[in-house]
């Protein structure tokens, strides 16, 4: 529903008579690897963001288009400059390096709601995350629209797959069977990690694409979704950048390719505490998301949804 890591620090000096370090041709690797990952205050599996968060932003798109059928505007290209307009706030988090259960390769669960998400995270001694980190973790240090940059690229993140109809009634069957079936005819999806493009400036995979993914809200509530948002789209033609946010469902909602990761606060850091969005209620800790055994799933389309030249 989501940003290349800062270079590694520069060697140490030799003394005048040792011979120069020999030039590496390695990459630095991604934030949360690498042997300063050691000294994390998260979890191994998770990534520690430290950066601010950027309340307003303004930026020029410069391909634009209008989904009559979504009734949304998508932008394809912005201009390489994002310009905050309020003043930034501090934000130091960990996330869920994939989305949930956090490994690379497995398929994250289906049909779960806020709630769900919620108290499956806090049976890890986690929570969902809030809107802003999930944006911050998603836009990377140089906040990026995209977390792999400044244009939407299908290449680089599950999105853009052509819209297979569903069917309501066996999708939301009591029996497992009909659900599971219509479920996977549905399906998708690719598992996590499996596009090494998909990843932000801070080292977070999958954050645009693959599942939607349910977040607690820290802006003031709106529409139907009090609380609670909808991050990052799905494997569709829809708003698969960082900013967007789904409003438009209630946090009970639960969908075929609505999913979620988690998050928590650093180690011995004091808790974030939203100032200006809606409490959210407290939920029982419990494993409220199992996870389903796809064995044929549909898989992305072979053909991707084009971009249509026009806008509004």
């Known amino acids: 529903a989501a940003p290349p890591p800062p270079g590694a620090p520069a060697p140490s000096a030799t003394p005048a008579a040792a011979p ?18 050691a000294a994390s205050p ?3 599996d998770m990534v520690f963001v430290d950066g ?5 932003v303004a930026r020029t798109c410069v391909y634009k288009e209008y989904d009559p059928i979504n009734h949304i505007e998508l932008c394809h290209k912005f201009e390489h400059k994002t310009t905050c307009l309020e003043p930034e706030e501090k934000r130091a988090f960990c996330i869920d ?24 995270c806090g049976s890890l001694g986690k929570r969902l ?14 906040r990026t629209p995209f977390p792999y940059g400044w244009e939407r690229d299908n290449t680089a993140c599950n999105i853009d797959n052509w819209f297979i109809d569903p069917g309501l009634g066996k999708m939301y069957s009591k029996d497992p069977a009909v659900s599971s079936a219509e479920l996977e005819r549905l399906d998708q999806s690719v598992p996590s990690g499996a596009l090494p493009r998909c990843v932000s400036g801070y080292g977070v995979h999958d954050l645009t694409g693959n599942f939607d993914e349910w977040v607690t809200s820290d802006f003031p509530p709106e529409d139907k979704s009090e609380w609670a948002g909808l991050k990052g789209g ?33 180690e011995g850091r004091a808790p974030y505490v939203p100032a200006r969005g809606q409490k959210a209620p407290p939920v029982p800790p ?12 549909a898989g992305p389309s072979k053909t991707k949804v084009p971009a249509q030249r026009r806008s509004r």
């Open 42 to 44: 998260c979890p191994a």
């Open 129 to 142: 995350c809030y809107a802003s980190e999930w944006i911050t973790a998603c836009e990377g240090p140089e």
């Open 234 to 266: 799905a494997w569709g033609h829809v708003r698969n950048a960082c900013r967007p946010m789904t409003t438009s469902h209630p946090p009970s909602f639960t969908y075929y390719f609505i999913s979620f990761r988690c998050c928590k606060d650093p």
């Open 20 to 37: 120069p370090p020999a030039a590496s041709a390695e990459a630095p690797p991604p934030a949360g690897e690498g042997p300063e990952a």
């Open 286 to 297: 419990a494993d409220r998301a199992p996870l389903p055994k796809v064995e044929r799933p």
């Open 97 to 120: 390096k994939y989305e949930y259960p956090n490994r690379e390769g497995a398929h994250p669960p289906w049909m779960v709601s806020w709630f769900d998400g919620q108290a499956t």
């Open 52 to 56: 601010t968060f950027c309340p307003k």
